[in-house]
């Protein structure tokens, strides 16, 4: 049984946590001894097949050797008296066990998702009113009846991030007890459940769900005119051209892109919560693609995407079946505006897959901009402008060569934007102020836009050595110091600046230094 569990728990796909419920308190600690040496060798197998592993497997293996040499496991069961020397008896050491479970929260640790206690050995203790969502696996193997039964298989069944269910692996039979628990407990006549259903379902009922999910990302894909199992037939340089052609007709727009990442994202998971079982592994090519596809299109994705609209999908596809590997995800390095040549850029787009290359213009423009607006606020004309270019390619009125040279247009914008500092010759801070007071434009003569920058200056510098102390946020009587010192700082605007708009003024800086500057002088966007 300790090689099956270990083995097991070891390839499920969605791992989480698992519970191993032992029939007394001498068996929990005899199968944890079992398990843990078994784990041992099993690492040191993986570390064997390490060294003689291809590109494609080594990723794989080194994620669950990882995963493996940082797994905690425990034992957990209630103390008795003289416990020490009758286990002593039996050949067993209680005593290390019962130690962890005096000086550490054992139970906190298993119930937080991120700790590494991940495996835990109980025979009474844990098993009922303990709620655990990220419990993904429970292995039985004590004679379970009514309540208890229906309690136990409730540690498995919370709702958590992309598991799609729990598991029960029963070693004992005792599931010829699970319709009487059914009938009694889980109202709805004899059947058990509502409708006929029950909590609990035979693992085939999730082949069933793959199939479905499979069928649906099959059928998008067919509609954009991709044939899945002729790409599945490829090899090689080819499959690699093949892939980037299945992205690009995926990505005609977010609509698109957003709906086919959900498919591949629900076919991995359910993919995963099948694992190990090999009747997993007729599924495991057709499922690789999609998590591939995946995957190029996330590595052309912003790491914060401006719009709010997009996701970023979790989940990579499990390794634990052996297939003829195919994995191939192209990084798209962010593209440094700055330094972009935006003539070869041009001639290379001509030759290139466009819609990943304008997915990673633009994924690089989003970047620039969010950094752009953390620092000036004033600057939502250019966001403005982005947004509208991504809804005329969305909705099919600009084609693919016009959206990318209007995107290229607006990188080399956000450049010449960038180093407006310089040329107004005034600092980041200096310029987002500056900018505050003369946007939307004001009517004033170039010695009176000279005499506003000086201002600008003036009242930051002010700030900044006498107003912005420490927690200056928290006082009534800190903030009405800086109010005061922007209101008579701005006093100073020329005539053009009539009383509504120095009142409107006021308020706008002021609220910029409030959202800014934590206090000290210190910016907090920086």
């Given amino acids: 049984m300790a090689i099956d569990l270990e083995s097991h728990f070891t390839g499920r796909g969605f791992k989480g946590k698992a519970m191993v419920v032992c029939i007394d308190k001498l068996t929990a600690v005899r199968m944890y001894d079992k398990v843990k040496a078994q784990w041992t060798k099993h690492e040191a197998t993986l570390k064997e097949s390490l060294a003689k592993a291809t590109p494609e497997e080594h990723d794989a293996i080194l994620d669950t050797l990882n995963w493996m040499k940082t797994t905690d496991m425990a034992v ?5 008296q003289n416990e020490a020397a009758d286990f002593k008896a039996k050949g067993l050491d209680i005593t290390p066990h019962r130690q962890r479970m005096v000086k550490e929260d054992l139970g906190t640790k298993f119930k937080d998702p991120d700790d590494p206690f991940r495996l835990v050995f109980v025979c009474a203790m844990w098993m009922t009113g303990f709620d655990v ?3 993904s696996t429970i292995y039985l193997d004590k004679p379970l009846r009514n309540h208890t039964l229906m309690q136990t298989i409730a540690r498995a069944n919370r709702v958590f991030r992309d598991k799609v269910n729990g598991l029960i692996v029963d070693y004992v039979g005792v599931f010829h007890h699970l319709q009487k628990a059914l009938s009694i407990y889980a109202g709805g006549g004899a059947g058990g459940g509502i409708g006929g259903r029950t909590p ?9 769900m793959l199939k479905k999910a499979i069928a649906e990302a099959v059928e998008f894909c067919a509609a954009r005119g991709v044939k899945v199992d002729a790409v599945l037939f490829t090899s ?3 499959r690699v051209k093949a892939l980037k052609d299945v992205r690009d007709a995926i990505l005609v727009n977010d609509d698109s892109k957003r709906q086919f990442l959900g498919l591949a994202a629900r076919t991995t998971v359910v993919y995963r919560a099948i694992l190990p079982d090999t009747s997993a592994s007729q599924f495991a090519p057709v499922c690789a693609l999609f998590a591939t596809l995946a995957d190029m299109i996330r590595a052309l994705l912003p790491p914060v995407d401006i719009s709010g609209v997009m996701t970023q999908i979790e989940g990579v596809l499990d390794k634990s079946i052996a297939t003829a590997g195919y994995r191939f995800t192209e990084r798209a390095e962010p593209l440094d505006l700055s330094k972009i040549d935006f003539d070869a850029l041009r001639k290379f787009f001509k030759k290139a897959h466009k819609r990943a290359e304008i997915e990673r213009l633009r994924a690089a423009i989003a970047v620039k901009l969010q ?8 600057r ?6 982005f947004q509208a270019l991504i809804d005329e390619y969305n909705a099919g009125s600009a084609n693919v060569e016009e959206t990318y040279e209007q995107l290229l247009r607006l990188a080399q914008s956000l450049n010449d934007e960038e180093q407006r500092h310089v ?14 007071l003369t946007k939307p434009p004001v009517e004033i003569t170039p010695k009176e836009r000279k005499a ?3 201002i600008a200056q003036d009242m930051l510098h002010t700030l900044k050595a006498k107003r912005l102390v420490l927690d200056w946020r928290k006082r009534q009587q800190s903030r009405a110091a800086v109010r005061l010192c922007i209101e008579e700082s701005l006093d100073k605007l020329p005539r053009a600046y009539t009383p509504d708009l120095y009142r409107a003024k006021c308020e706008a800086v002021y609220q910029h230094v409030y959202d800014t500057y934590a206090g000290g002088g210190a910016s907090s966007e920086r």
Avoid: W, Y
Wanted: with cysteine; aromatic share 4%; hydrophobic share 45%.
């Fill in 76 to 80: 957990v069961v209630s103390q008795a």
């Fill in 133 to 135: 969502p990220s419990c």
């Fill in 200 to 208: 609990v379902e035979a693992k085939q009922e999730l082949i069933a």
């Fill in 236 to 238: 090689g340089l080819e």
């Fill in 371 to 378: 950094a752009m607006m953390a620092i000036n606020r004033s």
């Fill in 380 to 385: 939502t004309d250019f966001l403005q402008k």
């Fill in 423 to 436: 040329r107004e010759q005034l600092s980041d801070e200096e310029l987002t102020v500056f900018d505050i």
């Fill in 452 to 454: 506003v920058k000086k």
